[in-house]
């Protein structure tokens, strides 16, 4: 079970996160597969605390997809010129 992980810029607005809310500037995109379903979490880059972005977890069919839902997400959320 892999978990990945890669470093990014919000965009204008944030991401959304079920704990505390919008969240901006340079953060951390962690994504983990168990249990057939994919979850996604964010930090600001080099804290402690991960936060459950809103909406974002899925149940996959095959873990194999898991690294091409990562890359989805990160192609998403990096907006660093907005």
């Given amino acids: 079970m892999a978990d990945y992980s890669s470093p990014f810029v919000a965009g204008p607005g944030g991401v959304m996160t079920d704990e505390?809310?919008?969240?901006?500037?340079?953060?951390e995109l962690r994504t983990t597969f168990a249990n057939g379903v994919v979850r996604a979490k964010v930090r600001?880059?080099?804290?402690?605390?991960?936060?459950?972005?809103?909406?974002?977890?899925c149940r996959l069919a095959d873990q194999r997809d898991h690294a091409a839902v990562h890359q989805v997400l990160l192609g998403v959320l990096n907006r660093p010129l907005g």
């Fill in 20 to 27: 505390v809310g919008v969240i901006t500037g340079a953060l």
């Fill in 44 to 57: 600001y880059e080099g804290a402690d605390e991960w936060y459950a972005i809103t909406g974002a977890s």
